[in-house]
């Protein structure tokens, strides 16, 4: 079954720093989800990636997807407290079902202003 | 246009109850999935309903069961519940009509938090 690890756990910066998270997957990517977690709380989207290469921005967060390292990236420039939580990457299994998605363990990311 | 909402999002049971929780998706949304998420296992997949018939199932037990309504509500029961049950349920909707690739996207709801006593 396919894993995905997330790296750091945990990650403590200082507002308008910039950081990155990333997402490494056991298998293949074939597409890649990035979302966002309040403790206790419901994910909310972030971005959707389909495509080796493919690289999308929100805001200040950016996000990559490189299939050859089977790996995808999330970047925040400039942080606030606003982006502090818990970030979590998802993905269809290998030849399986969009609906059916496997989770990484999350990075908690905590902004000191 | 309302987001996915989950009721009720707190519930204590005691172990050898049962328990019933709703989901409501987005308006529109015909598939709902189920996420169980414990500090340690993280989120892991129960289960997909897509117009009222199960699609996807994961690897949980014959004890967490689940169906979807005609208006595309669905509900989750567990029954004979074990302290291990105590997790965030959390479910998510979407149209539907990804063709397995990454065409359609998950929206979540709040989550329900079940302790079992």
């Known amino acids: 079954s396919q894993e995905l690890e997330q790296s750091p756990q945990s990650l403590i910066v200082q507002e308008g720093k910039n950081l990155t998270i990333n997402c490494t997957s056991s298998k293949t990517l074939y597409g890649l989800y990035w979302y966002k977690q309040k403790y206790g709380e419901g994910l909310i989207f972030l971005m959707m990636?389909?495509?080796?290469?493919e690289e999308k921005s929100h805001e200040k967060i950016t996000a990559k997807l490189d299939e050859k390292k089977q790996q995808s990236s999330l970047h925040i420039t400039a942080s606030q407290p606003s982006h502090a939580g818990i970030y979590l990457c998802g993905a269809a299994p290998e030849g399986g079902s969009n609906y059916k998605l496997t989770f990484g363990k999350g990075t908690l990311l905590t902004v000191n202003p | 246009k309302a987001g996915v909402t989950q009721t009720p999002r707190y519930l204590i049971k005691t172990r050898g109850q049962q328990v019933t929780l709703s989901c409501s998706p987005i308006s529109g949304h015909r598939s709902v999935s189920w996420y169980q998420q414990t500090p340690g296992q993280g989120l892991q997949f129960l289960f997909e309903y897509f117009s009222e018939t199960q699609r996807n199932k994961g690897n949980f037990p014959g004890r967490f069961s689940g169906r979807q309504f005609s208006n595309s509500r669905s509900e989750m029961n567990v029954s004979t519940l074990e302290l291990g049950d105590s997790a965030l349920y959390l479910c998510a909707s979407s149209s539907g009509f990804g063709t397995g690739g990454y065409g359609d996207t998950q929206y979540f709801g709040p989550g329900t938090r079940l302790t079992v006593l």
């Open positions: 990636l389909q495509k080796g290469g």
